[in-house]
């Protein structure tokens, strides 16, 4: 069973700029979520994926959009970077309730 | 507005005591809460979960306790161990929720010492 990857680990992007998140789907997890984690808070939804349809958001603009593929793994991707995009950026793939969560991707935008 | 709150920024305990750390919520339509655990540099890993049907979840050193009038939950640890300090995080999902999100709380720093 494998677990949940994410790549790469750490960035630093301009202001301005684009970014692609990467994310690994663990075995038999047909849904991909994805959270941001600001310094000191807890993780944010951001959005939910099954079977390549988007079918969750949460209070985020549509700068941020994302992709799952046929293979379930996942892609998070946000343009126009702000500042505050700053975050630890986390995916998790599930069955039901049963989450699995990547170690995250440190996004920093200078 | 949090749905999910953790008051407690931070708490102490010494080896082999019991770690009882807090969430409330406010959301009525919130049906399943889980614990995770998290250490730096590494993911949410899941600890313990319970469904609003029942009050109490137990899983060897950890148990999960629901009020569901007072819309609290409490995660306890005995006896806790050094290997327990990390970040704890409260989370809740509901029929309200776009898919199966999870709502989390701003976590609780666990500091168990030897």
């Known amino acids: 069973e494998t677990g949940v990857t994410q790549s790469p680990t750490h960035l630093i992007k301009t202001r301005g700029q684009q970014v692609t998140l990467r994310c690994s789907s663990q075995?038999?997890?047909?849904?991909v979520s994805w959270y941001q984690q600001a310094l000191g808070q807890g993780p944010q939804f951001i959005f939910q994926y099954y079977r390549e349809e988007e079918n969750g958001r949460g209070n985020f603009p549509p700068r941020f959009s994302g992709l799952q593929f046929p293979n379930y793994s996942s892609e998070l991707n946000v343009n126009a970077l702000e500042l505050d995009d700053s975050a630890l950026y986390l995916c998790?793939?599930?069955?039901?309730?049963?989450?699995?969560f990547g170690s995250g991707t440190r996004l920093t935008v200078v | 507005d949090q749905q999910v709150k953790q008051n407690s920024p931070s708490l102490s305990v010494q080896e082999g005591r019991i770690s009882i750390l807090n969430c409330d919520y406010t959301n009525s339509m919130f049906d399943y809460f889980l614990w995770y655990k998290k250490y730096p540099a590494e993911g949410p890993t899941f600890l313990i979960s319970?469904?609003?049907?029942?009050d109490k979840n137990e899983d060897g050193r950890f148990t999960v306790f629901l009020n569901k009038s007072a819309k609290h939950l409490s995660l306890h640890i005995v006896p806790s161990q050094p290997g327990d300090s990390a970040v704890y995080f409260c989370a809740a999902s509901g029929q309200d929720q776009a898919g199966t999100a999870l709502i989390f709380g701003k976590g609780t720093t666990l500091s168990v010492s030897s």
């Open positions: 075995s038999g997890h047909n849904t």
């Open positions: 998790a793939s599930s069955f039901a309730y049963g989450y699995t």
């Open positions: 319970i469904s609003s049907i029942k």
